[in-house]
C-alpha cells in the first residue's frame, strides 16, 4: 500500500531530479521551444516542496491536489496547466483514502494521464509529454512495476527524437521538429523515475 509518505517522497524525488536535470530540459527546449523549460519546472517545483511543507496534506489526493494546483499558479506556458492537471486529477481520483494500492495508483494515474491529453488535445505519436506517460501507464495497470513503468517512460521519451512534433510550439517549426528529444516527454520521465525513489524511501539520488 502507498501511504501519504510515500507521495510526500515522490514529490521530493521529482523535485531533486528537476533541479539536477534544469539545465539538459532547458537545452532540449532551446531548439524547438522557449528554452525555459527546464527553469520553469525547476521554480515550480520549488514551490510545490514550499507548500507541501507549510501545509501537510494528510492523504496521497490531498499531495497530489496540492501539488498540481501550485505548479497550475507557479509555473508559465503550458508546463504548469499540463503538469498541474495531471497532479490534480491523479489525486482527485485517489479520494481521501489514508493508504492505496499500486492498482488504484496506476487506475488513478491514468485518469490525470487522460485529462493531459483532452487539455493539450494530444495523443502519442504528437511529441508530447504523452509519449512518455502513457507507456508509462499501461505498464503500471498491466501489474508492472515501478521499475517498469521508468523503463517504458525512458523508451517513449527517447523514441520522440525521429518523431515530427504535432502539437504545441514546437509544431510550428515542422520538419525542423525532427531530430531533436521532447523535453516534456524527457521531465515526464524523470516524474515516473522518481516514483521508484519514492518507493526505496529515498528524496533523490
Known sequence: ??????FLRWMRATATAVDREADRLTALD?????ADHGSNLQRGFLAVQDA?????????????VLAGSRLISTVGG???PLYGTLLRRTGKALGGAPE???ADFAHALRT???AVATLGGAAPGDKTMLDALVPAV???TQGGTFAAARAAADTGAQATIPMLARKGRASYLGERSIGHQDPGATSSALLIAALGIAQGGGAGE
Do not use: H, K
Request: a negative charge; aromatic letters at 2%.
Open 1 to 6: 500500500m502507498l501511504d501519504t509518505e510515500f
Open 30 to 34: 532551446s531548439p524547438i521551444g522557449d
Open 52 to 64: 507541501l511543507a507549510a501545509e501537510a496534506p494528510e492523504t496521497p489526493g490531498a499531495v497530489l
Open 78 to 80: 503550458a508546463s504548469g
Open 100 to 102: 492505496v494500492s499500486d
Open 112 to 114: 490525470g494521464v487522460d
Open 138 to 140: 499501461e505498464a503500471l
